[in-house]
């Protein structure tokens, strides 16, 4: 089993940026690619970023573009969502996800292939 928890969200105005964190800790000795992913108030949960377990390899979604950057530190178990240029459509539930893979080049995209998930954070982006 892995744990996820996710920490950084918060109210910031248009325009700002923000850094989430998600923390592994359990199993964290297999390999995982790990994704970012967000549900808006009456909307489906939808991808934003993933990264593969070498961190190497990243993936986002077009509505985050080249605002959002993801990274991650092996060596202390987290993920990292750096955002910028936040706007009111980026207010969501941000949840963390890890996917065991067995090569360190896979970037997880499908939220069903992911095995476990954070509880999530909040982000509200105010006009």
């Known amino acids: 089993q892995v744990q996820l928890v996710e920490s950084g969200g918060g109210l910031v105005q248009a325009g700002a940026s923000l850094r989430l964190s998600c923390a592994a800790s359990?199993?964290?000795?297999?390999?995982?690619?790990m994704g970012w992913f967000r549900q808006a108030p009456g909307k489906e949960r939808e991808f934003v970023a993933a990264?593969?377990?070498?961190?190497?390899?990243?993936h986002y979604a077009d509505s985050v573009g080249d605002r959002f950057t993801v990274s991650r530190d092996n060596n202390k178990n987290t993920m990292y969502l750096q955002m910028s240029s936040l706007t009111p459509e980026d207010t969501a539930v941000y949840y963390c996800?890890?996917?065991?893979?067995?090569?360190?080049?896979?970037?997880?995209?499908?939220?069903?292939?992911?095995?476990?998930w954070g509880q999530g954070t909040q982000v509200t982006v105010s006009s």
């Open positions: 359990g199993r964290t000795g297999s390999s995982y690619a």
């Open positions: 996800a890890a996917d065991r893979v067995d090569l360190g080049y896979i970037v997880t995209v499908s939220s069903s292939e992911y095995d476990y």
């Open positions: 990264i593969s377990w070498s961190g190497r390899e990243t």
